[in-house]
């Protein structure tokens, strides 16, 4: 099975941060790489497909890039609705592996 | 628009089954597949498997394979998970997702006697 290994598992943060998450694949995944907002009692929302590709309705501030077969989420100057887990996601080959969720939170 | 319908909450106690329904609308339903994902409490995501809703097939992640059951209802647009010889660590939110991008509310199972 591919590993998916996401880090922080918490991200302490000021409104108006740049912040950046990463997940790094144990396998070759291609751009097979998606990631998720998570917000309490709720379900995860797609944030961007593709690796790099804004997911329709997600806010500009909200970027995705790879180096290699590192895969990160960037969010620039971090508004109080980012608030959240955010996950990574897998799917070029099942099955299915999420990274473990990195835990956005006001500092 | 799109949106995926599931069943309330359920209460199944040690060794029994449950039944969660996932009711798709605003596209086509067996144009995608539909993956299962299992939530615990307080934890992170875990596949469970896809169903092919036109063809029926199937896939599950391996230490779902006696767990979980996926089926699909081509003539309701739904499709189903089941549970089985449930115990507690059965106890989470199951979400439905079309080709795992768009999820469904997610359905709590409980497990207690």
């Known amino acids: 099975d591919i590993q998916m290994t996401q880090s922080p598992s918490s991200l302490p943060a000021s409104l108006g941060d740049r912040v950046t998450i990463t997940c790094r694949a144990s396998q070759d995944i291609g751009n097979y790489l998606r990631w998720f907002q998570q917000k309490p009692g709720k379900s995860p929302r797609l944030m961007i497909y593709?690796?790099?590709n804004l997911a329709a309705g997600v806010p500009s501030r909200f970027s995705g890039s790879r180096s290699g077969s590192d895969y990160s989420l960037t969010i620039n100057s971090l508004e109080s609705e980012d608030m959240a887990i955010y996950y990574c996601l897998q799917h070029n080959e099942y099955p299915l592996t999420f990274g473990s969720g990195t835990k956005l939170e006001i500092k | 628009e799109v949106q995926l319908q599931q069943s309330g909450p359920e209460v199944g106690r040690p060794g029994s089954s449950v039944k969660i329904s996932c009711k798709a609308s605003?596209?086509?339903?067996?144009?995608?597949?539909m993956n299962w994902v299992k939530q615990s409490p307080g934890q992170g995501l875990e596949w469970i498997g896809w169903?092919?809703?036109?063809?029926?097939?199937?896939d599950y992640a391996e230490k779902f394979k006696k767990k979980a059951t996926l089926t699909a209802d081509t003539s309701s647009n739904t499709a189903y998970i089941q549970l089985s010889s449930l115990t507690s660590e059965d106890t989470a939110t199951y979400f439905c997702a079309r080709d795992v991008g768009f999820w469904g509310p997610g359905t709590m199972v409980t497990v207690s006697s």
């Open positions: 593709g690796a790099t």
């Open positions: 605003g596209y086509t339903f067996t144009d995608y597949v």
């Open positions: 169903i092919d809703p036109e063809y029926g097939s199937t």
